[in-house]
Every structure is written in C-alpha cells, then in structure tokens.
C-alpha cells in the first residue's frame, strides 16, 4: 500500500521540462543589401540540467524531460544557451549595447544522458553575428 501511494504522489509531482518555444511569428531578415558586416562566426554557448528518477529525450532543436526532482541547474536551457552564448561573444567582441547586430544561421543541438536513476540534458546553440550598418 505505502509504494503505491508514494508512486501516486510522484506521479503528481516532480519536473517536466518541453523544449523550446516556437513562435508563429518569425522575422524574416533579408540580407540582400550589403548594409550589413559578419562580425563573429560559429559563437557558442551551453547549458545543462540533471534530474532524479526520470528520462530526457532530445531531437535537435529540442529537449524534454520527464523526472521526479530537479537536482542540478535551472531548467532554464534554452535562456541560460543563449545568455551563454551572447556572454562568450562580448568576451571578443566587445558590448552588445548601442549595437545593431542579429544572431544568424542558429543551430541547436542536444546531448544527452540516461540513466536508471539520474538523467541530464545538454543544450548547445551556435550561430554566426551579424552587425548592421546605420
């Protein structure tokens, strides 16, 4: 009776974690004229979270877990990649501010791990910056 209720309790509890978030409304940027400058190529960035008595399943472009508790990082990986990301540009390349300048060709990719006991997601984003001309 006692694992029965504590499965039932778990299973009204815990972390889910779905991915990105796709937008219907896309930007199209055309870079046509050549008001523009590649400024930074193939800059990175990462994030990861682990997870108790759960499973993670990637595809690319997006991540999902299903786990009991949350043991390590926020969850937040698609924001945390990207802040990453845009901190390992200014390292480089100097402020972002009073800049005009676009991440362009975003690649997303995922590793991840596993285990009976414990999984973990790896969120990785890749893109090249461009800066345009005012």
Not at 48 to 58: Q, V
Not at 107 to 134: G, M, P, Q, S, W
Request: glycine content about 8%; some cysteine; hydrophobic content about 45%.
């Amino acid at each position: 009776m006692a694992v029965v209720l504590i499965l039932l309790i778990a299973s009204f509890t815990g972390c889910s974690n779905s991915g990105m978030f796709l937008s219907a409304n896309v930007t199209d940027v055309k870079l046509s004229e050549a008001n523009y400058q590649i400024i930074a190529t193939n800059i990175t960035g990462s994030s990861r979270a682990g997870y108790i008595l759960g499973f993670s399943y990637g595809t690319g472009g997006q991540a999902g877990t299903m786990a009991l508790a949350r043991v390590s990082g926020t969850g937040m990986l698609y924001q945390e990649a990207l802040e990453s990301l845009w901190a390992n540009f200014e390292k480089d390349h100097g402020p972002r501010e009073d800049r005009i300048i676009a991440l362009v060709n975003v690649h997303y990719d995922t590793d991840i791990l596993n285990l009976f006991f414990y999984t973990e997601v790896k969120l990785f984003v890749r893109a090249d910056v461009v800066e345009f001309k005012r």
